[in-house]
């Protein structure tokens, strides 16, 4: 679960990041409407998607290993309990 929580707070501070720098760069070329406020949201999200896909790699592939782990001792778990039950 560490990993998740790693993983998961390092999105949202990339997050927090782009959307900071999006936000007080967007009234040097853009009125602040309502319509840009959503516009800045949206680029935020998808700069800092494209920034986690490379930045966070490492991250990723340790929260998928322990995702795999996690999902291999549930199998042997559930297939003890399997041949526990066979053994009767």
């Known amino acids: 679960m ?4 790693t993983y998961t707070l390092a999105r949202f501070a990339v997050f927090a990041v ?3 720098v999006v936000w007080f760069a967007a009234p040097i070329f853009f009125e602040r409407t309502e319509v840009v406020n959503i ?3 949206l680029i935020a999200l998808v ?3 494209i920034i986690s896909i490379f930045a966070l790699s490492g991250l990723r592939a340790r929260l998928a290993a322990d995702v ?3 999902a291999e001792r549930m199998s042997s778990r559930l297939e003890e309990s399997r041949r526990a039950e066979d053994v009767d």
């Open 2 to 5: 560490k990993a998740f929580w």
């Open 68 to 70: 795999h782990a996690r």
């Open 39 to 41: 516009f800045v949201l």
């Open 47 to 49: 700069i800092s998607s």
């Open 18 to 20: 782009v959307f900071a």
